[in-house]
């Protein structure tokens, strides 16, 4: 390897992308082509990374197969940042068996943190934990050890285990801050910045009051009745009764939370449930049965009275509590994978999201006309952005099952 080719890798390493590029942009040689492509997806510019990457393999010789390894390994971090989330997995595992068969240990742990980062973004969250298993951070260089932490963090988030997020979180500062890697320090911050930021609304007797993490997390092992918007539920200490697919249901819980201790007007109930703004006899009728339903969905958990008025919440222990969104938006789930303030194209979203490409598209559409997204590109190069929500961290929007679910 000339000099200047070293000169560039190690710049590339220190996160110097410009100093890297002013080594080899002239060069049109396999591994400077290998570099520039790491150079441009440094700066930004992921599809002439991916171009530049595939270059360089194809300009490597067949006896040459590290270096062709670590070309897929790039390309695939470059996938994994523009959210190309259908990239098969077979060619990053080959490369890694490859990496690890030639003795570069660390290349090779590289290409599994980029399989369970993709594994963390679509919520496969035990795959994602028995693969850091394997993983020994403690021989890695810093900014590998960082990039372990975050992915233990990463788990413990989705799972509200926020005591383990936040050791990962301090190791993983610790680690970046060794790397001297500007991009990766303001990466670990950002994450820490979830734990103290709001994460939901909690309301109970009346009030309405902003929670973090570490409070939705308390409140879950509580014996609280809790009525949780985000996810659909409702849950007391370890059981949970899922009402994602009865959504008439979960509106009746969910008035009723809000109504305890009182009672909630029937009139109230309908409007709400089904949408009404007269009500009609039968619109009563089929209240009985909607609350007839959600009686027998809640059994092991409260019971249902009728009152002069209405309808009553009684829980079998404990007090109510609604756990709702910070911001009340039909598309929540989507602007929260949205607001980590990458391009995410619709079939990323649908496959994270465990949805129909179909059924995005109508939400992104909508989510546009409303100005809360807005689309970069043409055809299969569209890819969709949207800011986060200020002051306030989606956690509780991704999708993944929380404790007890």
């Known amino acids: 390897m000339d000099s200047l080719i070293s000169a560039a890798a190690r710049a590339l390493a220190g996160g110097d992308p410009l100093r890297a590029l002013n080594h080899v942009s002239l060069r049109d040689d396999a591994p400077a082509l290998a570099l520039r492509g790491i150079a441009m997806a440094q700066l930004g ?3 002439r990374a991916r171009a530049l990457l595939r270059r360089a393999a194809r300009a490597f010789t067949t006896k040459e197969t590290v270096a062709r390894a670590r070309c897929v390994v790039a390309e695939a971090e470059v996938a994994l940042a523009a959210r190309d989330l259908h990239a098969s997995s077979k060619a990053l595992d080959a490369a890694r068996e490859t990496l690890q068969r030639h003795g570069d240990t660390v290349n090779a742990a590289h290409a599994r943190y980029l399989a369970i980062h993709r594994l963390l973004l679509i919520g496969r969250l035990d795959d994602a934990g028995e693969q850091l298993q394997a993983l020994n951070p403690d021989v890695l260089p810093p900014a590998l050890q960082a990039t372990h932490q975050l992915a233990v963090a990463g788990i413990a988030l989705r799972r509200l285990d926020t005591g383990t997020a936040g ?3 301090g190791h993983a500062s610790q680690a970046a801050r060794r790397s001297g890697i500007a991009a990766l320090i303001n990466e670990v911050d950002k994450a820490a910045r ?4 709001p994460a939901a609304r909690l309301i109970t007797h009346g009030e309405d009051r902003p929670v973090r993490l570490d409070e939705v997390e308390a409140l879950f092992a509580s014996p609280t009745l809790v009525v949780d918007a985000c996810r659909y539920s409702v849950r ?6 899922e009402l994602a697919t009865r959504p008439v249901l979960f509106t009746l819980a969910r008035t009723l939370a809000e ?6 007007r029937r009139d109230t109930l309908i409007e709400r449930a089904f949408r009404l703004r007269q009500v009609e006899e039968s619109h009563r009728a089929r209240l009985r049965v909607e609350i007839g339903r959600l009686r027998q969905a809640l059994r092991p958990l409260a019971r249902l009275h009728a009152t002069r008025h209405g309808f009553k919440l009684e829980p079998l222990t404990g007090d109510v509590a609604v756990l709702a969104r910070p911001v009340e938006e039909k598309h ?6 949205l607001s980590d303030g990458e391009a995410w194209s619709s079939s990323a979203l649908a496959l994270a999201l465990g949805t129909s490409q179909r059924t995005v598209q109508r939400a992104l559409d909508a989510l546009a006309n409303a100005g809360k997204v807005e689309a970069i590109g043409q055809g299969r190069a569209r890819r969709w952005v949207a800011s986060p929500v200020l002051g306030f961290t989606t956690t509780l929007l991704l999708t993944a099952p929380l404790p007890g679910g």
């Open 45 to 47: 510019d992921l599809a």
């Open 167 to 169: 050791t990962a979180l």
């Open 194 to 197: 979830v734990l103290q930021a």
């Open 236 to 241: 007391q200490a370890g059981t949970v009764i």
């Open 259 to 264: 109504a305890w201790p009182g009672d909630a």
């Open 332 to 337: 929540a789930p989507i602007l929260a994978f």
